[in-house]
């Protein structure tokens, strides 16, 4: 089992910036990839950014430019950095470790955009 613990979220303005983090411990060499999901009121979680654990990052649309997933192996950490960040971004962020056939979340980290 993969233990998930996020954390940076908050209150920022539009256009404004935040750095998500997820602390990763447990089992942590099973993990294929790991991501940030979000899910906004009503509606579904969906994939914001994801890291395999040779490098590779693939991104949602609507982020694509201005958000970055990075990850530290040392620290055993995953980084979500957002940049010009818009009302629409608002959502519940939920880090995720994939080992397979098994998901692995943490408990989110609120991401209010307001002015």
């Known amino acids: 089992q993969v233990q998930l613990v996020e954390s940076g979220g908050g209150l920022v303005r539009p256009g404004g910036s935040l750095r998500l983090s997820c602390a990763v411990s447990g089992n942590i060499g099973s993990i294929y990839s790991m991501g940030w999901y979000r899910q906004a009121p009503g509606k579904q979680r969906e994939l914001v950014a994801k890291?395999?654990?040779?490098?590779?990052?693939n991104y949602a649309v609507s982020v694509k430019g201005r958000f970055t997933i990075s990850r530290d192996n040392a620290k055993n950490m995953v980084y979500l950095q957002m940049n010009s960040l818009q009302p629409e971004d608002t959502a519940i962020y939920y880090c995720?470790?994939?080992?397979?056939?098994?998901?692995?979340w943490g408990k989110g980290t609120l991401v209010t955009v307001s002015s």
């Open positions: 890291i395999t654990s040779g490098g590779n990052t």
């Open positions: 995720n470790a994939n080992r397979g056939r098994v998901d692995d």
